[in-house]
């Protein structure tokens, strides 16, 4: 990675120039991409998550990013929508995730690279965006089995990737089956590594870790008449973890 700063007034932005030759904060922003008709597609969480195809008119490389602004969740969620405190540039949601996605990458993690941010300041408020790249021909855990199951050797591997993560102390805040991606060579991915941290060691975070995944197969089984899900599935994917 060669990190560049973009700053002008109260914005701050940090971007890789190996992916972005020139960088423009508007390209954090969803209305660029529209006007430039480089919307691919998006996805419903918290917020939208855009999917963009970006053009680079020096090296002729198409990339495909995804772009996500930060919402709050939970109640307070429900009356301050995406603004949060700013004590400082490191301690912002999306300096964190950018810098825990990057320091992945040098451990060779199955993670989306980080591309850029931007940091907003309003007065004590923020509020912030990223760009990572997208993973390539990849669907969510989730859309998956709402068609088809899946072997007991791919639950193996999911539980063997996370063990990866957690191995090297990463702690993924939102665990769950959305945020597991497959792609065409069954190869398990982790996503959205927001609130993701590392973390020492010990056991009892992984175990919090793996029991919230676990129950979010439960919770989509109660939601989703098609979901295929057996409480067994669980068992190859902890064969997997602790192998």
């Known amino acids: 990675m060669q990190l560049d700063v973009f700053k002008k007034d109260n914005i701050y932005c940090l ?42 008119s020096e090296s002729k490389k ?21 603004s949060y405190v700013f004590t400082s540039l490191k301690n912002t949601r999306a300096e964190r995730e950018f810098s825990l996605l990057a320091h992945m990458q040098t451990l060779a993690l199955p993670a989306p690279k980080p591309i850029a941010y931007l940091v907003s300041r309003h007065g004590i408020f923020y509020r912030a965006d990223l760009l990572s790249s997208r993973i390539e021909n990849a669907q969510d855990l989730v859309a998956i089995l709402c068609k088809q199951p899946i072997t007991d ?26 945020n597991i991606l497959i792609d065409n060579n069954n190869k398990p991915w982790l996503i959205d ?3 993701g941290e590392i973390r ?12 919230r995944l676990r129950r979010s197969f439960n919770k989509e089984l109660n939601k989703l008449p098609t ?17």
């Open 15 to 56: 971007f890789d120039k190996n992916q972005i030759k020139n960088f423009h904060p508007n390209m954090l922003c969803v209305n660029y991409w529209q006007k430039k008709n480089a919307i691919t597609g998006s996805a419903q969480g918290r917020g939208t998550t855009w999917f963009v195809q970006y053009n680079d």
């Open 62 to 82: 198409v990339q495909h990013w995804v772009l996500r602004h930060y919402y709050r969740g939970g109640l307070i969620g429900k009356v301050i929508k995406d």
């Open 153 to 178: 050797e791919l639950w193996f591997a999911i539980g063997a990737t996370i063990k990866s993560f957690h191995k090297q102390g990463i702690y993924h805040h939102d665990l769950n089956a959305h």
């Open 193 to 195: 590594f927001d609130q």
């Open 200 to 211: 020492t060691a010990q056991s009892s975070w992984q175990q919090d870790n793996m029991q």
């Open 227 to 243: 979901f295929q899900w057996k409480n067994n599935m669980w068992e190859a994917i902890l064969a997997g973890y602790n192998q």
